[in-house]
């Protein structure tokens, strides 16, 4: 999708925010030992920066293959 390539700014500015909160998240759930809330915001964060591999690789995927 040429779009990612065109909007490297905005790309950035998603990748940024998406890694810092998940890296919030994970370590805030850490620290909640014991606790299955703390556990839920470590996956949250996890996704996160799953979101943020995404973002990061978008660009570089090859539209034939779909």
């Known amino acids: 999708m040429q779009f990612w390539k065109e909007h ?4 950035a500015v ?4 998406s ?3 998940g890296i919030f998240l994970l370590i805030y ?3 909640q030992t014991g606790q299955l809330g703390g556990l839920g915001l470590m996956l949250v ?3 996160l920066l799953l979101v ?3 973002l990061y690789n978008k660009p570089f995927e090859d539209p034939k293959k779909r």
Do not use: N, Q
Not at 8 to 11: G, K, N, P
């Open 8 to 11: 490297t700014t905005l790309r």
């Open 19 to 21: 890694f810092v909160a």
């Open 14 to 17: 998603l990748m940024l925010v």
């Open 52 to 54: 943020t591999l995404a």
């Open 45 to 47: 964060g996890v996704a």
């Open 29 to 31: 759930g850490w620290r």
